[in-house]
């Protein structure tokens, strides 16, 4: 009897639950089978998203939403017979902390970019010399043909250090947390790429592309995104290994041996990784490429979620929340008022404010106790929103090494490491944040690609 083929996924976060229920899905559609098993370190599938309940609050320790723009994610619920759970977020007025007060962002911004000229005139983020410099982007000519610059880089030459400072850097940041000095654009923001050159200039460009009505952007489930990551769970029949950490792979015989830190091991014709990529160098340590990939280290960035009771918190400026300029000393480098952007999460009489802390070169406040994270981000938040004694309880969670930073050369550099894969690995597959996107819409893109690939190789 011929043996059936067995796949091994590395990593159960979202891009590796996608992956297994994408190549299920296909064997449902099919008459192939395969043996598929899926192995995660940690105690609990999930990876980043992990929503805790408390209380009566639904309080997410990493990701909060997911954008709706993005289909993969949006399709993965209703998949999952999960769309009567869908909430779109409360709209409402964002604002950028400098000098310790809020302000406006200007209005119709794209990616902080403005479409008008007058929101930008009479913006109070940027002095007079700020703003005349970001006009001169509808004078000075566009950028000369490049494949790759920093975004940092783009978005100054256009519009000026000022404007990405205080405008441009905090609304990035809060998905990168990066060095936008050192982040690729054409990894992170193509869609700039030429934009200046087609639309006349990047004023100009952002008006065409701002969607014409405004609407929610982003979307979660009622009961917490843990509840996407349960379904999956619940609805996957293969093999599901936790506390199983895989420590080496090595080629055997056209095969691929894994061999896990409990002393067992696994011999599998093709593997999805959709574990960290310095965590796959790690394993296959002879791909050149991934080490390159990998020179830069991920940030690490926490969240802080405290609860109140509604008489002790005045909200001063009426909005869901702020991000800090990037000058601005504050410990937290954002703020979601939680209770007004996702009321399901937060009983009635109660608020929920979440902090994010940690950004590019400015970690160490990982390394601080829960008492001191809180208390510093309590004392950022006192600038700004009238709080009147500790919260009720609150949640730190530290996520080491949690943001990919896509250096410039990023895609180029990921063509190679394909190259290289499909000569010297074949069926070895690279998925997830670290390379094609950080947002969960992207990742379970990468997860549903990985598969099909990797299903139609084993078909041959
Ligand atoms: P992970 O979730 O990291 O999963 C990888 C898994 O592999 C982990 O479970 C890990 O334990 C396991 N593993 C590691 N090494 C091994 C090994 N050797 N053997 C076996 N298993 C191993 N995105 C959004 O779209 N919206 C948001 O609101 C949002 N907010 C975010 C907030 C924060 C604080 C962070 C950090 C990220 C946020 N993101 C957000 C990004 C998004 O959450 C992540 O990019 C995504 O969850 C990554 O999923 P993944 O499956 O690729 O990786």
């Keep these: 009897m011929v043996e059936r083929k067995h796949v091994a996924i590395i990593g159960g976060g979202i891009t590796g639950l996608s992956a297994a229920f994408r190549l299920q899905k296909m064997m449902e559609e099919t008459k192939e089978t395969f043996n598929v098993t899926i ?6 599938f999930g990876g980043k998203i992990e929503t805790i309940r408390r209380e009566g609050f639904t309080i997410e320790r990493g990701p909060d939403s997911f954008l709706k723009r993005k289909k993969e994610a949006l399709e993965l619920v209703e998949e999952l017979g999960l769309s009567d759970q869908l909430v779109s977020n409360n709209m409402g007025k964002a604002y950028i902390l400098k000098n310790r007060k809020l302000h406006s962002i200007p ?29 001169n982007d509808l004078f000075i000519p566009p950028y000369p043909p490049f494949d790759d610059m920093s975004v940092g880089d783009f978005f100054a030459g256009r519009l000026g250090q000022e404007m990405v400072d205080d405008i441009i850097n905090p609304l990035l940041s809060g998905i990168y947390a990066g060095d936008l000095y050192k982040l690729s654009l054409r990894a ?18 952002a008006k065409q592309a701002l969607p014409k009505k405004k609407t929610s952007q982003f979307a979660t489930l009622k ?14 029949r293969f093999p599901m290994l936790k506390n199983t950490c895989v420590t080496k792979i ?25 574990i960290p990529h310095e965590k796959t160098q790690e394993l296959m340590s002879d791909c050149p490429y991934l080490k390159q990939l990998s ?11 405290m609860a109140f009771d509604a008489s002790q918190v005045t909200i001063q400026k009426e909005g869901t929340g702020f991000v800090a300029s990037n000058k601005e000393p504050s410990t937290i480098t954002a703020a979601t008022y939680t209770h007004l952007k996702w009321p399901h999460t937060t009983p009635s009489g109660k608020v929920l404010l979440r902090c994010y802390v940690g950004k590019a070169g400015d970690e160490e406040i990982l390394d601080e106790t829960d008492e001191t994270i809180i208390l510093k981000s309590l004392n950022n938040l006192k600038d700004v929103v009238d709080i009147d004694g500790q919260p009720e309880f609150s949640v730190v969670t530290r996520l080491r090494e949690s943001m990919p930073q896509y250096v410039v050369g990023h895609t180029q550099l990921l063509k190679k490491i394909e190259e290289t894969l499909r000569h010297d690995y074949p069926r070895v597959y690279l998925a997830g944040a670290s390379y094609d996107g950080v947002g969960l819409p992207d990742c379970i893109r990468q997860g549903n690609d990985a598969a099909k690939q990797l299903f139609n190789q084993l078909k041959l």
Excluded: H, W
């Design 39 to 44: 192995i995660e370190s940690s105690d609990r």
């Design 107 to 135: 209005e119709s911004s794209f990616m902080g970019v403005p479409s008008l000229l007058k929101p930008l005139l009479d913006s109070t983020l940027l002095s007079e010399d700020g703003k005349a410099r970001a006009l």
């Design 188 to 205: 992170t923001l193509p869609q700039f790429i030429g934009l200046e050159n087609r639309a006349g200039s990047l004023i100009l460009g």
């Design 223 to 236: 009961k917490g995104l843990s509840s996407l990551v349960d379904r999956l769970v619940e609805t996957i």
């Design 250 to 274: 090595e080629k055997m015989n056209g095969r691929y041996k894994m061999s896990f830190k409990n002393g067992e091991a696994l011999v599998v014709d093709g593997v999805i990784f959709t």
């Design 295 to 305: 020179a830069e280290p991920c940030t690490s960035v926490g969240t802080v979620a």
